[in-house]
């Protein structure tokens, strides 16, 4: 079973970057779809980015153009590269694995806080 761990968040002002980093152990990532996701007080989680084992990636329309996701298979990491920060992308942001088709792992990590305030 992989473990995942998340770091990279911080405080930042609208139109600035942040580079999330997903480091695996317990098991190669390079044998699952990985996707970050991120959640607010009262509100459900939302998928906002995947890759998939070949590459593929997939991206909420509110992030495109914006932010992109990549892996790196000899680091064992998966990244979420964002730019051009919006206060609306304020929230925790997760990596997890999919179990199967669509659905992540029921097993979350603690996640790291992203604010984008003035």
């Known amino acids: 079973q992989v473990q995942l761990v998340e770091s990279g968040g911080g405080l930042v002002q609208p139109g600035g970057s942040l580079r999330l980093s997903c480091v695996a152990s317990g098991s190669s990532l390079s044998f699952y779809v990985v996707g970050w996701y991120r959640q607010t007080p009262g509100k459900q989680r939302e998928l906002v980015a995947r890759i998939t084992i070949g590459g593929s990636t997939n991206l909420a329309d509110s992030v495109k153009g914006r932010f992109t996701i990549s892996r790196d298979n000899v680091k064992n990491t998966v990244y979420l590269q964002m730019n051009s920060l919006k206060p609306e992308d304020t929230a925790v942001y997760y990596c997890?694995?999919?179990?199967?088709?669509?659905?992540?792992?029921?097993?979350w990590g603690q996640g790291t806080q992203v604010t984008v305030s003035s």
């Open positions: 997890n694995t999919e179990q199967t088709l669509g659905v992540p792992s029921p097993y």
